[in-house]
Nanobody, 126 residues
Framework: QVQLVESGGGLAQPGNSLRLSCVMSGRTVSSYNMAWFRQAPGKDREFVAAIRRNGGYTYYADSVKGRCTISRDNAKNAVYLQMNSLRTEDTADYCC???????????????????WGQGTQVTGSS
């Protein structure tokens, strides 16, 4: 049984940093394409970042490019999202997701991912 468990969210002042973690059980994280999505209250789910299983190529939404870094630790079977220079508009529930086979053109499409975690809340506020 596949399980994704996120952690690391919380309240942070604008300009500060947070590091989100997503630990996978039941599968090997290095064998799957992994992504982070977020959803703010009253808004649609939004792609944040992804890392491909082959080659570890990374992709980012324009809204976080240059501020966020997605990475993978195979030994810990986990994926991370380092968020720097937090903004109030980063406030959302952040979920990680995985898919074994995904086309590059669909890497930002939530419906393409098979398994999701429960999410961790990030609040950027002073």
């Amino acid at each position: 049984q596949v399980q994704l468990v996120e952690s690391g969210g919380g309240l942070a002042q604008p300009g500060n940093s947070l590091r989100l973690s997503c630990v996978m059980s039941g599968r090997t994280v290095s064998s799957y394409n992994m992504a982070w999505f977020r959803q703010a209250p009253g808004k649609d789910r939004e792609f944040v970042a992804a890392i491909r299983r082959n080659g570890g190529y990374t992709y980012y939404a324009d809204s976080v490019k240059g501020r966020c870094t997605i990475s993978r630790d195979n030994a810990k079977n986990a994926v991370y999202l380092q968020m720097n220079s937090l903004r109030t508009e980063d406030t959302a529930d952040y979920c990680c997701a995985e898919d074994e086979e995904i086309m590059l053109s669909s890497i930002g499409t939530a419906e393409q991912y098979d398994y999701w975690g429960q999410g961790t809340q990030v609040t950027g506020s002073s």
